[in-house]
């Protein structure tokens, strides 16, 4: 309605907590925009989940201060925050059918009963589970429970939503589905959603942004094809996805581009895109992803290209694609994943096959360490 | 192969039904042998021998002769308004000090099933330890401190809070102090069994709903600890009704517990029959309610599936 840009619903201000002499989450700042499926992506202990109880209210900050929509919720119980969370383990009240577990945050609002039965049909509709409402949780599947523990967070139509490892609990059939669903739901509802998961392609696919946190820290922010494609770190880089790392030290720089000597390539240079100037000497990595690399056994032309020699080591095939793993003279080792584009019984590159790996210096990433 | 599969199918099976069998052994070997042996003794007639009542089975020179088999003692029970006063006295008795041991010990449960674990197994030895000194002499201890001359009293006196001993001994008082004091452990024990299992998320999930703490415990662990109530309540309750050595210690001459009663009818009026009659009331008295209410349970338990 008016062009300037969205006001963050979540202002997360410097949040420090700390158990004993354990800092769980260590000076966090995020903003959290309006109607986003957020990820808080990281694998355990890295004070995560410990930011989701922080949100919720089940946790004081040791210091910093949290706004929602405006207002500074630092000091307000869980019980008076306009925020929702969903469990891991979904909690479901086991003495409660569905519909009472449904119910039960409303009839904490006092909403009159028959406006209660109503809601809690329409939620109960939305996750498809009309026909359970008379259920205890216990008689229920797993896809089931988790529906009931969404339905149970989202009836008070909170301003934020928060999930805790979502999908984890379910098998990997369901959480596919379930997936789709889940982004889907957000959709439709325009609640900001917050998803906390140790699984980066669950974060990859829901998230609109992901935040990945390591050691209580917020490594990079970014959305999905930014922390993929141009992640802020050495962390981040090898904790999405798979990529090759290479340490070297600047030698020529200029036009853009730094020519990179590593020492597991023995005298080939990498080159690499630089937006700022960094001093020949200054010791740098260099990652790529592998499948931005081409493998091939004639050589390939050299143009804008990293080219590097080795030999098949091990090779998988799963049929759509098939994945690599070259040795280089040094007795480095480089992932390189190719789609199966042609229709053929005979593989291209066989085990031990001595072959050139080559990719554009604009797929190779500059991180600094 | 098959062959030695069956057969160890076949072992597990008899080892399953031997095993299954062992408690019923149990129960039939000490607790309706005997149940049957006081039944058997309550139709009797008192008389002045050894044993001192009839028997049931008559035995003429051609073998059996016939049954004998009297409710005159239960007749007797009932139209002497005295023991259905002593039943209903006792009844009430136990009632209350279950309810005051509940009330004791559900906060005690609860805040031993909230510690850290290393220092739960320290309180429980506490809350058993009690246990390793005779059961007699721990009653008794209590005339020494609730005496008029007592510890209890005697401190009271030096404070000076009262200037005249409280009459805190051979009284109903005196007889719910030992209840509670005997009992309270069989009532922390299976309530804490019971909440130390509970999972805390459903209380964070029931504040996240807007539910403040109290609510929380109203509405999630009060609910949820109901088996752990009933458990602890039935341990203490029965044993509590049937008691004798707290109110025959502690109690005060108009202090009606059938225990004492009991006691009264076998060993000083030697009346083994009427006695008998008295314990199997009585434990009709406390198996149909229980027998019932497992029932609704059960029913209930259907209904909520």
Redesign the interface.
């Known amino acids: 309605m008016n062009d300037s840009p969205p006001s963050p619903l979540v202002q997360i201000r410097e949040i420090t907590k700390k158990f004993g002499g354990v800092t769980a989450v260590d000076r966090v700042s995020l903003d959290i925009l309006r109607g986003e499926l957020f990820a808080i992506l990281g694998s355990s202990g890295c004070g995560k989940t410990t930011l989701l109880r922080l949100l919720?209210?089940?946790e004081e900050p040791t210091s910093g201060r949290i706004l929602i929509d405006g207002a500074d919720m630092t000091d307000v119980?869980?019980?008076?925050r306009p925020?929702?969370?969903m469990?891991q383990?979904y909690?479901?009240?086991?003495?409660m059918?569905v519909a009472q577990n449904v119910a039960?945050?409303l009839k904490?609002?006092h909403v009159p009963a028959d406006r209660i039965r109503e809601r809690v049909a329409e939620m109960l509709a939305m996750v498809k589970l009309e026909a359970l409402a008379g259920?205890?949780p216990e008689?229920l599947s797993g896809g089931e429970q988790q529906r009931v523990a969404l339905a149970?967070?989202l009836v008070?139509r909170p301003k934020l939503l928060l999930l805790d490892e979502p999908l984890a609990a379910l098998d990997k059939k369901l959480r596919q589905h379930t997936q789709f669903e889940l982004a889907n739901l957000q959709y439709q509802l325009g609640t900001t959603f917050v998803v906390v998961t140790h699984d980066q392609s669950e974060a990859m696919t829901l998230a609109s942004r992901i935040a990945v946190m390591a050691e209580g820290r917020i490594a990079q922010v970014g959305t999905p094809g930014q922390v993929y494609e141009f992640p802020a770190n050495r962390y981040v880089a090898s904790f999405v996805g798979n990529i090759n790392l290479f340490d070297g030290r600047v030698t020529a720089a200029g036009n853009g581009q730094l020519s990179v000597k590593c020492e597991t390539l023995g005298s080939d240079e990498l080159s690499v895109m630089s937006a700022g100037a960094i001093a020949p000497g200054s010791a740098i990595c260099v990652a790529v992803r592998p499948e931005k690399i081409t493998i091939s056994r004639q050589a390939p032309e050299a143009k804008d290209r990293n080219v590097v020699k080795g030999t098949v080591w091990d090779l998988a095939y799963f049929g759509d694609q098939s994945l690599y793993r070259v040795r280089l003279k040094s007795g480095a080792e480089l992932q390189v994943s190719a789609q199966n584009l042609r229709r053929s019984e005979k593989m291209t590159v066989e085990w031990d096959d001595e072959v050139f790996l080559s990719w554009e210096i604009a797929s190779t990433v500059l991180l600094q360490s | 192969m098959s062959n030695e599969a069956t057969d160890n199918g076949g072992q597990a099976l008899r080892w399953l039904r031997r095993t299954v069998t062992l408690p019923y052994l149990w129960l039939l070997l000490f607790f309706l042998a005997p149940f049957l042996i006081i039944l058997k003794i309550s139709v009797a007639e008192p008389i002045v021998a050894q044993p001192p009542f009839t028997p049931l089975l008559e035995w003429g020179a051609q073998g059996l002769a016939g049954l004998k088999a009297t409710f005159d003692n239960y007749a007797y029970l009932f139209e002497d308004g005295y023991y259905g006063i002593i039943y209903l006295s006792s009844l009430k008795m136990a009632a209350i000090g279950t309810l005051l041991c509940l009330l004791l010990g559900y906060p005690m449960a609860y805040s031993i099933a909230r510690q850290p674990p290393r220092r739960r197994q320290i309180m429980l030895m506490a809350v058993i330890l009690p246990f390793w000194i005779s059961f007699l002499l721990r009653v008794y201890a209590w005339i020494g401190l609730l005496n008029n001359r007592g510890l209890i009293n005697e401190f009271l006196l030096w404070l000076g809070v009262i200037d005249h001993p409280l009459t805190m001994l051979y009284n109903d008082f005196a007889v719910y102090v030992g209840i509670v004091y005997s009992y309270l452990p069989f009532m922390i024990l299976p309530l804490y069994a019971n909440l130390e299992k509970h999972d805390h998320d459903l209380l964070d999930a029931a504040a996240d709903l807007g539910a403040r703490r109290w609510q929380g415990f109203i509405d999630v662990t009060l609910p949820l600890s109901v088996p752990g109530i009933i458990g602890g309540c039935l341990l203490v309750f029965i044993p509590a009704v049937g008691e004798f050595t707290i109110p025959a210690l502690l109690g005060g001459a108009d202090t009606l517990m059938i225990g004492r009663v009991l006691w009264d009818e076998f060993f000083i009026n030697r009346d083994w029959p009427v006695a008998s009659a008295v314990s199997v009331v009585l434990l009709l008295l406390l198996v149909v309610p229980i027998l019932w209410f497992q029932r609704l349970q059960r029913r209930e338990q259907e209904a909520g599936s």
């Open positions: 919720a209210g089940f119980p869980p019980y008076e925020v929702n969370l469990f383990s909690a479901l009240f086991p003495h059918t039960y945050g904490k609002e259920r205890k008689k149970r967070a008070k």
